[in-house]
Nanobody
């Protein structure tokens, strides 16, 4: 299992932006699909976005499509999640997850498919 580490969360006003980071150890980023999930209080964990290891193709949940952008920086072993036009309903703990056998597609994300997780970073969207 990988030891993933999220950073970049915080408090932002509606309409604002945040950029989350997921640090992946060593060269593991070359061999793992990386996804972002989020969990709001009292709600189930929701898949937000995912990026593939092979071709860099990506997936976005309908709730964030057009507002969030996932990207990989292989030189820094980091996956970023740029979040723009944030809404109060984007509030929650954001987790990055990785798996060597997963392929991101339009079929959506299931947390049970990912074997490695970070500790999470809090995102709060509020005025």
């Amino acid at each position: 299992q990988l030891q993933l580490a999220e950073s970049g969360g915080g408090l932002v006003q509606p309409g604002g932006s945040l950029r989350l980071h997921c640090a992946v150890p060593g060269s593991s980023l070359d061999y793992h699909a990386i996804a972002w999930f989020r969990q709001a209080p009292g709600k189930e964990r929701e898949g937000v976005s995912c990026i593939n290891r092979s071709d860099g193709s990506s997936y976005y949940a309908d709730s964030v499509k057009g507002r969030f952008t996932i990207s990989r920086d292989n030189a820094k072993n980091t996956v970023h999640l740029q979040m723009d036009t944030l809404k109060p309903e984007d509030t929650g703990v954001y987790y990055c997850a990785g798996d060597p056998d997963y392929y991101c597609s339009d079929s959506g994300l299931d947390s049970r498919d990912f074997g490695s997780w970070g500790q999470g970073t809090q995102v709060t969207v509020s005025s």
